[in-house]
């Protein structure tokens, strides 16, 4: 079996992972058809680059927090692929073998919960601590209040798994809220609170408002609009689903800070993606 060893270098990209300047950024959302079970996610940020790494299967890990704080362990049960800007169980999104996939999203309004009695674990390393043990993502909504999750970035989730299932996961005054079922009724997130995007989706045209959807770059415009292109889709094959996917997320993307686009094949267990250095998938 082997053990997690965190280097320096490993310590200060994590502690990085919180005061770098929010934008505007992100957007996320699910596609499920007969065959076809597909989340796709933007990276927009100010930060380029990145690293693709694979996470083996058994490895034992222990949770990097501050002090006073009893930190989270456990060993991986399952493989994954990753994304990460901050190091090496540091994600800031991923799929495992069973095909759960999570992504982070820039949210404003966050607030992590204090006093939690669980043991502790910093944002970006829960989403691989979830990747590495869980296959619904009712494991992970539940697990969303079991840990002490704490960051210095306002974050907010999206998870999905082969099944079809989906689930937001929002800390909003110092709570976890898990919108998933019946309470999630488009899987869809960008960078304001569920609650107001789908408040925004009710009020545009074409779902009994009278807003007329912009092409904005704002939270709230790329939600209607990726919501309104994905219920537009008529799902004729896993290709095609993969190459529209992929569209839906240009049409959305903040273009001057774009640094990744990827959609997660839940089924197959195929990561493709695109970087700002190469568009090609």
Known sequence: MKRTVLTLTAIALAVLAGP??????????????KEIRLMAVNYDWNVPG????????????TALVGPDVTPAYWVSKFGSVTLNQYGRDFPIGGMNEMGLAMQTLWLE?????????????????????????????????????SFNIASSASLHFLACDRSGACAVIEFLEGKAVI??????PLPVLAN???KASIEALDASLGYGGEVAPTEGEESLSRF??????????TLTG????????????????IS???????????KSNIVYYTTRGNTQV
């Open 224 to 233: 209607v609009r990726a919501a309104t292109q994905r219920n537009q889709l």
């Open 109 to 145: 309004e966050t607030q992590w919960p204090e006093g939690v009695k669980g043991p502790g674990i910093s944002a970006l390393q829960w989403i691989q601590y979830c990747l590495d043990n869980f296959l619904t993502v009712k494991q992970v909504a539940d697990s969303a209040t």
């Open 238 to 253: 896993l290709d095609k689903a993969v190459e529209q996917a992929f569209g839906i997320l240009a049409r959305v993307a």
């Open 50 to 61: 990145g690293r693709l790494i694979i996470n083996p299967r058994p490895v034992e890990k």
């Open 179 to 184: 919108r998933a079922g019946d309470e999630l």
């Open 20 to 33: 770098i300047q929010p934008i505007d950024a992100c957007t996320g959302f699910a596609l499920s058809g």
């Open 192 to 194: 304001s609170t569920y």
């Open 256 to 266: 001057d800070e774009n640094q990744w686009r990827v959609v997660y094949d839940l």
